[in-house]
């Protein structure tokens, strides 16, 4: 079992970056793929990235491609999602969560945290 508690959240403003960070217990951690999801208000909850457990493979929504940067560092049981030129649209709850399989399908993620909210004004 894992537990993921995110951090790093925010109010910025557009053009501005913050770093998340996805902090993990249990070092079932190592060996799992890990995803950043987003769900802003009134919508359903949305993939941003994935990242292998070795960290060899990523992948990212297209709405964030080229701003947002995922990485984790295993030996310290931490994930990281650098979110930069933010947009109004990024406004959301930010949640890191783990699967068995590298994957940007959200019913496929196992555990999740309880979320960070990045809040980005115009």
């Known amino acids: 079992q894992v537990q993921l508690v995110e951090s790093g959240g925010g109010s910025v403003q557009a053009g501005g970056s913050l770093r998340l960070s996805c902090a993990a217990s249990g070092r079932a951690f190592r060996v799992q793929d890990m995803g950043w999801f987003r769900q802003a208000r009134g919508k359903e909850r949305e993939f941003v990235a994935a990242?292998?457990?070795?960290?060899?493979?990523?992948r990212y929504a297209d709405s964030v491609k080229g701003r947002f940067t995922v990485s984790r560092d295993n030996a310290n049981l931490t994930a990281f999602l650098q979110l930069n030129s933010l947009k109004p649209e990024d406004t959301a709850v930010y949640y890191c969560?783990?699967?068995?399989?590298?994957?940007?399908?959200?019913?496929?993620?196992?555990?999740w945290g309880q979320g960070t909210q990045v809040t980005v004004s115009s």
């Open positions: 990242i292998s457990w070795s960290g060899a493979y990523t």
């Open positions: 969560a783990v699967a068995p399989s590298f994957t940007t399908l959200v019913e496929e993620y196992d555990y």
